[in-house]
């Protein structure tokens, strides 16, 4: 049976959706190797607080194209949004990315991602904090 979906009428719920449908298009956009392509979605100023890149949200794209360039290339990358949340201006997203499905132990990263949205709907702030993806993982309840 298929559920009919009925639009709120709530102006915060529908800001808040709104927001979550932006960051799950940055991510596509990533995914697909086109992370600039999602530049629009951001501020023209936006400021970024990745500890390891200077400069603004082009840099890190750029950095993230470099390093996808330089990773042994697996023939099923798997990538996930585990979680969304939305909470006033931020969106805050738990995401996982493994550079082989089939093989976990290949490695990838977990990640929670902070997204802080200005009144026209553009992302004017990000935070990204990475875990990295190991073989042997002490707490056996994982990550998940």
Known sequence: MKR???PSRNKKETTKSTRK???RNVF???MEGRPKDSLYLFAR???QHNPYI???MEALFDSMVAVQQQVPKFSDPYFAIKKILGEGDTVA???ELLNSKSAPSEGGLRQVHLFRF???NKIVEYWDITQMVQLEM???ANAF
Do not use: E, Q, S
């Open 118 to 120: 200005g009144k026209d």
């Open 45 to 47: 100023n936006c400021k």
């Open 21 to 23: 449908r932006i960051v």
């Open 54 to 56: 200077k400069g603004n």
């Open 93 to 95: 997203v738990h995401t």
């Open 28 to 30: 596509r956009f990533i």
């Open 4 to 6: 009919k979906v009925i």
């Open 138 to 140: 002490p707490n056996p």
